[in-house]
């Protein structure tokens, strides 16, 4: 397959994915909805939020460093938040987010579900591998009575 068609089925995909994950937030949360019962706000929702998240989450990780490093990357689910929330000061009548604690929860249901169907997908950039290695080779004059930490 081309690179530019897969770079193209990957963006659709991943597309499809955040629409989906937008939708299960709109259902679940009871801060967050759209005007119209239409599939075109959340397909635009999803598509501002990509773009944003592609432009603009960048720069706030790297301004928020400090305290991401200090909260052990917890701070990232409020820079979620506080992207959900742009998006609908963007498109104010079509998409709505009521509070804060609304975009929290939101923010955390669009990251669990895309980062668990971008996973079973395969559309997502890390990998897991699950290695068996041996176990090192025993001393002879140890004879086995010092400290030993296997991991």
């Known amino acids: 397959m081309q ?16 629409t989906l994950a937008v939708l299960v937030a709109v259902q679940v949360v009871q801060g967050i909805h759209f005007r ?5 706000a959340p397909v635009l929702t999803a598509l501002v939020l990509g773009i944003l998240n592609a432009f603009i989450r960048p720069i706030l990780v790297v301004l928020a460093l400090p305290l991401l490093i200090l909260t052990l990357g917890l701070f990232m689910l409020v820079i979620n938040a506080l992207m959900l929330c742009f998006v609908s000061w963007l ?3 079509y ?17 669990l579900i895309s980062g668990a169907l971008n996973i079973l997908t395969g559309n ?6 699950i290695q ?12 086995g009575s010092g400290p ?4």
């Open 3 to 18: 690179p530019r068609l897969k770079q193209s089925l990957r963006f659709l995909q991943s597309w499809l994915i955040n």
């Open 36 to 40: 119209d019962p239409g599939l075109l």
């Open 91 to 93: 498109m104010h009548p």
């Open 95 to 111: 998409f709505q987010v009521n509070s804060f604690g609304a975009a929290l929860l939101g923010a955390l249901i669009i990251s």
């Open 124 to 129: 997502a950039k890390a990998r897991v591998s």
């Open 132 to 143: 068996r290695r041996p176990p090192p080779p025993r001393k002879d004059d140890d004879n």
């Open 148 to 151: 030993v930490i296997d991991v």
